[in-house]
C-alpha cells in the first residue's frame, strides 16, 4: 500500500462518523442514569489517552506497517497469528455494525422484512467503496460529515424546544455515587466506541503528513464525545432516565416522541441517515483494514476479488448469534468487551508498547 493523500479535515471527519455514527442510534448506555453524562466524559478523557498511546508506539517503531509493528514486539511466528487474529476482528466489529443497521431497518422501517436480506444493499455498497481505497472513503467521509451534523443540530432543535423535553429529568447530577459510573465506563465505556480506534493503527503509516495529523487527531474525540453527551441529555430530557435504557434505539425512540401541533412528527426517520452515514463509513474502515492486514501478512498485491471474499466472510459472521436485538445486545454488551475488546484494544497494544519502547531505549544506548 503506499503512501495515503488524505487531509486532516479527511482523517477527522472518518473519524468522527467512525465514533458517532452507530454509537448515538444504538450503542447509548445510561447505566449511570442521569450521571451517564460525566461517565461519557471520562471516556472522552480515555479515548483521547488511549489514541495518542497508539500514535506514541507508531512514532517510536518508525511508523511500521501494522504486520511489521506486530513481528517488532512479538516475533514472527506470534505476529503472523495476531494479524489473522486481528483481521478476523475487524471482520467480526464490521459484521456486529452491518447487524446493528440491519436490525434497526427491520425493528424501525421495515417490520416483515428478514435481516439477512436488509443487510444485503448495505454491504454491497460498502463493498464497492473499499474497492475505491480508503482516500475515496475518507473523501466521502466530508460530504457525510456536514449532512450529519446538519441533520443532528436539526434534531436537536426541535427536541430541545419541545413540550415533551423536561429539564427536570436530568437532575440531580452524582446522586448515585462512583459506583454506577465505574459499571458505565468499565469495560462497555472504555471498549466502544473509542477503543475500536485501534484500527486506525492500520491506516496512520500511509499517511504523508504525519505530524499536522499528530496535532488535530483529539478533535474528532472531543467533537464526537460532545455529540454523545448532548444527545444523551436529550434522550434522558424527554425518556426520563430510568425508563432510556429499556429501549432498544433510545434517541429514536425519544424522537418519535416529538411532535409540532400533530403535524411535525415522525423525526425518528431522520436518525436512520444518522445511522446509514456512520455505519456505512465504519463498515468500510473495518473492511478496508483487513484487507491491508492481510495483503501485509500474505504479501499479496490487493485485488478487487479480495473484497469480495471479505464481504462474504462479514456477511457469514453476521448471522452468528444473531436471531434477534436482544441476543445481538447481550453479545455486544455482555461477552463481546471482556473477550474481544479488551484483549485486542488495550492488553496487546499495551504490550506491543512496552516491547516498542524498552527496544527503542536499548538502541538508543
Known amino acids: 500500500m503506499n503512501k495515503v493523500s488524505m487531509s486532516a479535515l479527511e482523517l477527522c471527519s472518518m473519524m ?6 452507530s454509537t448515538i442510534v444504538v450503542g ?14 471520562m471516556e472522552v478523557g480515555f479515548g483521547i489517552l488511549l489514541f495518542y498511546f497508539y500514535l506514541l508506539v507508531l512514532k517510536k517503531s518508525s511508523w511500521k506497517e501494522f504486520v511489521p509493528l506486530l513481528e517488532t514486539g512479538f516475533g514472527s511466528l ?24 440491519a436490525f434497526f431497518t427491520t425493528q424501525i422501517l421495515y417490520p416483515d ?42 434534531l436537536w432543535l ?3 424546544l419541545s413540550e415533551e423535553f423536561q429539564v427536570r429529568y436530568l437532575m440531580p447530577l452524582f446522586s448515585h455515587g462512583w459506583k454506577p459510573l465505574g459499571h458505565m465506563i468499565f469495560p462497555t465505556g472504555l471498549t466502544f466506541p473509542y477503543g475500536e480506534l485501534v484500527v486506525f493503527l492500520v491506516f496512520l503509516p500511509y499517511i504523508a503528513n504525519k505530524e499536522k495529523v499528530q496535532k488535530v487527531v483529539w ?23 430510568p425508563f432510556a435504557n429499556t429501549y432498544y434505539f433510545p434517541f429514536v425512540k425519544a424522537m418519535e416522541l416529538v411532535s409540532y401541533l400533530g403535524i411535525i412528527e415522525h423525526m425518528e426517520i431522520f436518525t436512520y441517515l444518522l445511522l446509514i452515514g456512520g455505519g456505512f ?3 468500510s474502515v473495518f473492511i478496508y483494514a483487513s484487507r491491508v492486514v492481510l495483503s501485509q501478512l500474505f504479501k499479496v498485491k490487493q485485488k478487487n476479488r479480495h473484497v469480495f471474499i471479505l464481504m462474504a466472510v462479514v456477511y457469514l459472521l453476521s448471522l452468528h448469534r444473531s436471531g434477534d436485538i436482544a441476543e445481538h445486545l447481550y453479545v ?19 504490550l506491543l508498547g512496552i516491547v516498542v519502547f524498552w527496544k527503542t531505549r536499548k538502541r538508543a544506548s
Open 28 to 41: 447509548l448506555n445510561f447505566t449511570a442514569m442521569e450521571d451517564s453524562i460525566l461517565a461519557t466524559a
Open 113 to 154: 422484512a428478514p435481516n439477512w436480506i436488509a443487510a444485503v444493499p448495505f454491504l454491497l455498497v460498502v463493498g464497492y467503496s473499499t474497492m475505491l481505497g480508503i482516500e475515496a472513503i475518507a473523501r466521502s467521509a466530508v460530504i457525510m460529515t456536514f449532512f450529519f451534523l446538519l441533520i443532528l443540530v436539526i
Open 78 to 101: 506470534l505476529a503472523r497469528i495476531l494479524a489473522v487474529i486481528f483481521s478476523f476482528y475487524f471482520l467480526y466489529i464490521a459484521a456486529r455494525v452491518m447487524n446493528d443497521f
Open 158 to 160: 426541535l427536541g430541545f
Open 16 to 21: 468522527l462518523l467512525f465514533l458517532t455514527g
Open 219 to 241: 478533535m474528532p474525540i472531543v467533537i464526537a464525545g460532545v455529540i454523545i453527551m448532548i444527545t444523551m441529555e436529550l434522550v434522558i430530557g424527554i425518556l426520563h432516565a
Open 332 to 350: 455486544g454488551l455482555k461477552l463481546v468487551p471482556y473477550y474481544l475488546h479488551i484483549p485486542l484494544q488495550l492488553v496487546i497494544p499495551f
Open 281 to 283: 463509513i465504519k463498515v
